[in-house]
C-alpha cells in the first residue's frame, strides 16, 4: 500500500519569496509522483509529474520538484511566488506500473501569499 | 474543447434522501475516476469505471454508495439514504486511457451537503 504525507498543512509566505512545499511518501514498490494545485472551488489540475529519468521536473507557473528516492520525498519548490498563487497544493502517488491509474493523494498543504 | 464537466456544483440533502452526481469526461475520454474530498483531508479515491464497466470500485463504501457510466450519457454516482458524513466534495476525472502514466483531467466538482 502507499502512502502520502504533506507535512505542512499551511504555508504562509510573502511575496516574491521563495516558498518548498514537502512532501514524503510510503511504497513498497515504485511509484510515479504528482502536484496538484486547486484554486479556490475549483477543480485539481496538474502542476507537474515525475515518471522517470531527470530527478528535477519542471512544471507550469514557474513551479519545479525534485524526486530524492533515499529520502522518499518530492518536494514542490518556485524561487518566487505571486498572489496569483495562493491555492491548495496536494502532491499525490501512483504505483508504478499498475493499471489502474487511481492517485493516492496528501492531505494538501494550503499556501497563502501576502503583499 | 470543453473539460470535464460536474453537475450540479452544490447540492443539498436531507438524511435519508438520494443524492446524484453527474460527470461528463472530455471529450474522447473513457475512463472516468471518482474521489471524495472530506473537510480538512485529501481526495480519496473511490471507484474507477470505463464505458458500461466497473473496474476497480475498492474504495466505494460497501453500502448505499454506487456508480455507473453508461454506453451514452455521464457517469453517475448514486449516493441513497444520505447522512450527515456524506457531506464533502465530490471530484470525477476522466483520462484518455487506465494508465498510471496518464494525466487524470479533474472537474469543479459537486459540494454534497446533508442536512
Known amino acids: 500500500a502507499q502512502s502520502v504525507t504533506q507535512l505542512d498543512s499551511q504555508v504562509p509566505v510573502f511575496e516574491e519569496a521563495p516558498v518548498e512545499l514537502r512532501c514524503n511518501y510510503s511504497s513498497s514498490v515504485s511509484v510515479y509522483l504528482f502536484w496538484y494545485v486547486q484554486y479556490p472551488n475549483q477543480g485539481l489540475q496538474l502542476l507537474l509529474k515525475?515518471?522517470?529519468?531527470?530527478?528535477l521536473v519542471k512544471g507550469i507557473n514557474g513551479f519545479e520538484a525534485e524526486f530524492n528516492k533515499s529520502q522518499t520525498s518530492f518536494h514542490l519548490r518556485k524561487p518566487s511566488v505571486h498572489i496569483s498563487d495562493t491555492a491548495e497544493y496536494f502532491c499525490?502517488?501512483?504505483?508504478?506500473?499498475?493499471?489502474?491509474?487511481?492517485?493516492?493523494f496528501g492531505k494538501g498543504t494550503k499556501l497563502s501569499v501576502k503583499p | 474543447n470543453a473539460g470535464v464537466m460536474q453537475n450540479p456544483r452544490h447540492l443539498v440533502r436531507r438524511r435519508g434522501q438520494e443524492a446524484r452526481l453527474r460527470c461528463s469526461p472530455m471529450k474522447g475520454h473513457s475512463h472516468v475516476y471518482w474521489y471524495r474530498q472530506l473537510p480538512e483531508e485529501g481526495l480519496k479515491f473511490m471507484v474507477y469505471?470505463?464505458?458500461?464497466?466497473?473496474?476497480?470500485e475498492s474504495g466505494m463504501p460497501k453500502e448505499r454508495f454506487s456508480a455507473e457510466f453508461p454506453k451514452e450519457g455521464p457517469s453517475i454516482l448514486r449516493i441513497q439514504q444520505v447522512v450527515r458524513g456524506d457531506s464533502a466534495a465530490y471530484f470525477c476525472a476522466s483520462s484518455p486511457m487506465g494508465d498510471a502514466i496518464i494525466e487524470q483531467y479533474f472537474g469543479p466538482g459537486t459540494r454534497l451537503t446533508v442536512t
Open positions: 515525475y515518471l522517470s529519468g531527470s530527478t
Open positions: 499525490a502517488v501512483s504505483p508504478y506500473g499498475g493499471s489502474q491509474g487511481n492517485l493516492i
Open positions: 469505471l470505463q464505458k458500461e464497466n466497473i473496474i476497480d
